[in-house]
């Protein structure tokens, strides 16, 4: 049995790699240097910001066909990013066999060892059958940032923006269509920002959507600088550019914002928001927000508080501050680590709270929803719903939601009068008529 281990960022993740490794090799397997011979592939990620972290995420989502091409293989996602996002991660990638963050890769060959001895469930056996398009793909649209927030270490070890060819991505985008893909993810550190020649990032989205096969079109993630009107426009316009947007917010305080160099105020993003909604009545909005920031007082941090309940954010992930060694904000002095801890539970609770209510909302409601895999699907508004019944991946589906407690909603296949049985009978023409 052979590994194959994929390394992202650091000296310090090499080193990880080599100790995990070596765990890998105790229990008798081999390292290979060709995925195409491993059972098992672990990537070890970086979460120096979103930018490391998304070339981790397509990697880890090409790997569901890679795990997919042979049965038992074992797909193991370790490191920084997987410290970070470790419910995301098992929520977008359920393929993925073993999350192991940063904190725990001491306790990495304990983990290992229970993996390496689990049996293989009917599930995992499922996974293995014949190859399965992925209907969601990730397309990488430009690289590097411009910016230079002052918490954040990208600029620095990513350096300037580039921009891939209009041609170029609406390539790759056709390849991604050909194997299968109905969904298309444009990714960039400030996606929006994207210029080629005359074209800007409204005209790449308007001709990703005219690209034969696709059906939906998001992007992730967008600076709120680059929200123009055109852009708004073009989602609300553009109907497979679908109606959610994750727009980073950091700070409610407008000395916060200043200080981080973020280049908007709060009453700029607040207009941004109404922007959106009015253009898009439905649509979803999520957030990135960093508590704890240098010289956040207890009034900046209540201006975020006041933020997130004037927005109503759909969800948001909230981030403590972490000092990235060369960053300017590493030179200030950091808030002390109890009060970073308590600042991100309170506003954990206030999103989540808000998060469970807007959810809740959906009751009942019908989206369209994509079925990704097994019984699992997005809707347009990017809400994760399992539903009832076995609808093949590619297949859009108009359902009812029958829960919505907990993060990924539940739903049955609901075509107004027409019955379930009858959908199957009948086929998409019904949905499409319904
Ligand atoms: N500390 C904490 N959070 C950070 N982010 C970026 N840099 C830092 C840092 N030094 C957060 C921002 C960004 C998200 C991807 O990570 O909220 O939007
Ligand atoms: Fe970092 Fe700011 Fe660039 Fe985002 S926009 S990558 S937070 S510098």
């Known amino acids: 049995m052979k590994y194959y281990v994929r390394t992202y960022g650091c000296q310090m993740n090499v080193a990880d790699s080599a100790e995990m490794g070596r765990h890998f090799k105790a229990?008798?397997?081999?390292e290979t240097q060709d995925e195409n011979e491993a059972s098992i592939f672990l990537v070890n990620t970086c979460t120096v910001r979103q930018h490391a972290e998304d070339r981790a995420l397509s990697e880890i989502g090409r790997l569901r066909r890679w795990k997919a091409r042979v049965p038992n293989r074992k797909v193991v996602v370790t490191g920084c990013a997987a410290e970070r996002t470790k419910e995301y991660l098992e929520d977008r990638f359920p393929f993925v066999d073993l999350v192991v963050g940063a904190k725990s890769i001491e306790d990495f060959g304990v983990l290992a060892e229970r993996l390496l001895d689990r049996r293989v469930t009917d599930e995992e056996l499922e996974y293995a059958a014949p190859v399965d398009d992925k209907v969601a793909a990730f397309v990488t649209i430009m690289r590097g940032c411009n910016y230079s927030c002052t918490y954040c270490i990208v600029p620095a070890v990513r350096g300037r923006e580039i921009y891939h060819s209009m041609d170029q991505i609406l390539g790759e985008v056709a390849d991604r269509v050909a194997e299968g893909a109905r969904e298309i993810t444009l990714l960039g550190q400030t996606v929006n920002s994207y210029r080629n020649g005359p074209n800007?990032?409204?005209?790449?989205?308007?001709?990703?959507?005219?690209?034969?096969?696709?059906?939906?079109?998001?992007?992730i993630s967008p600076h709120p600088y680059y929200m123009t009107d055109r852009v708004i426009e073009t989602m609300a316009g553009v109907h497979q550019v679908c109606p959610s947007v994750h727009l980073p917010v950091q700070s409610?305080?407008?000395?916060?914002?200043k200080q981080m160099l973020r280049n908007y105020t709060r009453e700029e993003y607040l207009d941004l928001a109404t922007k959106m909604r009015r253009a898009m009545p439905g649509m979803t909005l999520s957030t990135d927000i960093i508590v704890g920031f240098p010289g956040e007082t207890p009034q900046d941090f209540r201006q975020t508080l006041s933020l997130i309940e004037e927005i109503e954010f759909d969800w948001g992930f909230i981030f403590k501050y972490s000092p990235r060694q060369g960053t300017p904000a590493a030179q200030f002095e950091s808030h002390p680590q109890e009060l970073i801890e308590e600042r991100h539970q309170e506003c954990l609770e206030l999103i989540d709270r808000i998060a469970?209510?807007?959810?809740?909302?959906?009751?009942?409601?019908?989206?369209?929803?994509?079925?990704?895999?097994?019984?699992?699907?997005?809707?347009?508004?990017?809400?994760?719903v399992h539903i009832s019944e076995d609808i093949a991946?590619?297949?859009?589906?108009?359902?009812?939601?029958?829960n919505a407690q907990r993060a990924t909603l539940e739903g049955a296949v609901d075509n107004g009068n027409v019955t379930f049985k009858n959908f199957r009978e009948e086929g998409r023409t019904a949905i499409n008529a319904g």
Do not use: C, P, W
């Open 27 to 30: 229990k008798g397997l081999v």
């Open 252 to 257: 409610g305080s407008n000395t916060m914002l």
């Open 393 to 402: 991946a590619g297949e859009e589906v108009r359902v009812r939601i029958t």
């Open 356 to 384: 469970i209510k807007k959810r809740l909302a959906l009751l009942g409601t019908h989206q369209d929803v994509l079925v990704e895999e097994d019984n699992f699907g997005r809707t347009r508004t990017n809400y994760k």
């Open 200 to 219: 800007r990032f409204a005209d790449l989205l308007k001709a990703v959507a005219q690209v034969d096969g696709v059906e939906r079109v998001r992007f």
